[in-house]
């Protein structure tokens, strides 16, 4: 059983691997993400190959490649625009609301409201 468990994961890397890495590699920024993420389909299609039969193995295997780029597209997308502008590094007690909507105007307020827009 074990036997044929392998050369089945043997055979579907041989029948699909360059295939799949390239509609990856389509669909991702770098060759590194393509090759992670394929890794992770490759596991996942030995881990289910242990418990039950897939009946189109190609069919399987791109559908789960396909929500494993949505997946990470998801995982590294900001989630505000807070966070998109001024990251996870700046000063937490900053606050630009208040430099956006003060009253008072200063030379400074006035030369970081500009910096702001024009990164906008």
Same mark, same amino acid.
């Given at each position: 059983?074990?036997? &044929?468990? !392998? %050369?089945?994961? +043997?055979?579907? #890397? !041989? @029948?699909?691997?360059?295939?799949?890495?390239?509609?990856?590699?389509?669909? #991702?920024?770098?060759?590194?993400?393509?090759?992670?993420?394929? %890794?992770?389909?490759?596991?996942?299609?030995?881990? #289910?190959?242990?418990?039950?039969?897939?009946?189109?193995?190609?069919?399987?295997?791109?559908? #789960?490649?396909?929500?494993?780029? +949505? @997946?990470?597209? !998801?995982?590294? &997308?900001?989630?505000?625009?807070?966070?998109?502008?001024?990251?996870?590094?700046?000063?937490? *007690?900053? *606050?630009? !609301?208040?430099?956006?909507?003060?009253? *008072?105007?200063?030379?400074?307020?006035?030369?970081?409201?500009?910096?702001?827009?024009? &990164?906008?």
């Amino acid at each position: 059983m074990a036997d &044929q468990r !392998r %050369q089945n994961i +043997i055979q579907a #890397v !041989r @029948d699909y691997g360059k295939r799949l890495f390239y509609f990856i590699r389509g669909r #991702v920024n770098t060759d590194e993400d393509a090759e992670d993420i394929l %890794q992770d389909v490759w596991y996942q299609f030995s881990n #289910v190959l242990e418990n039950e039969p897939i009946e189109q193995t190609s069919a399987w295997l791109f559908r #789960v490649a396909r929500n494993r780029i +949505i @997946d990470k597209y !998801r995982k590294h &997308q900001p989630s505000s625009l807070e966070e998109e502008i001024f990251g996870d590094d700046e000063d937490p *007690n900053f *606050n630009f !609301r208040e430099l956006l909507l003060a009253q *008072n105007s200063t030379p400074e307020t006035e030369h970081l409201r500009n910096l702001f827009w024009e &990164q906008l």
